[in-house]
């Protein structure tokens, strides 16, 4: 069965940091490419970041250097480190997990089609300036 709970979200100025978690189920941690996707009000959702079984990991270039995305395998968890915030990084983050993952030329460029992603109920991010 596929579960994932997100937690860490909340309110922050401008320039500060948050840490989400998202703790999932066994089968869903070994079985499925995880990461996270935001949407904002108004906006479509939005891929942020995802890892690789081996902890490869690709980022939207809107949070290159400034997010990091990691895994601990002993808790079946995911996390986004989140520095640098910006108002426009206010959204409703879901962490996500889908069945594929995909690669070229033996290179990870992310999980499958997000239509065939599964998700968590979401934990909300507000950046005030």
């Known amino acids: 069965q596929v579960q994932l709970v997100e937690s860490g979200g909340g309110s922050v100025q401008a320039g500060g940091s948050l840490r989400l978690s998202c703790a999932a189920s066994?089968?869903?941690?070994?079985?499925?490419?995880m990461g996270w996707v935001r949407q904002a009000p108004g906006k479509e959702r939005e891929g942020v970041a995802t890892s690789d079984s081996d902890g490869t990991a690709k980022y939207a270039d809107s949070v290159k250097g400034r997010f990091i995305i990691s895994k601990d395998n002993a808790k079946n968890s995911l996390y986004l480190q989140m520095n640098s915030l910006n108002p426009d990084d206010t959204a409703m983050y879901y962490c996500?997990?889908?069945?594929?993952?995909?690669?070229?030329?033996?290179?990870?460029?992310?999980?499958?089609?997000?239509?065939?992603?599964?998700w968590g109920r979401g934990t909300q991010v507000t950046v005030s300036s």
């Open positions: 996500a997990a889908n069945p594929d993952r995909v690669y070229s030329g033996g290179q990870f460029l992310g999980c499958g089609p997000s239509q065939h992603n599964y």
């Open positions: 066994a089968y869903t941690y070994s079985n499925f490419c």
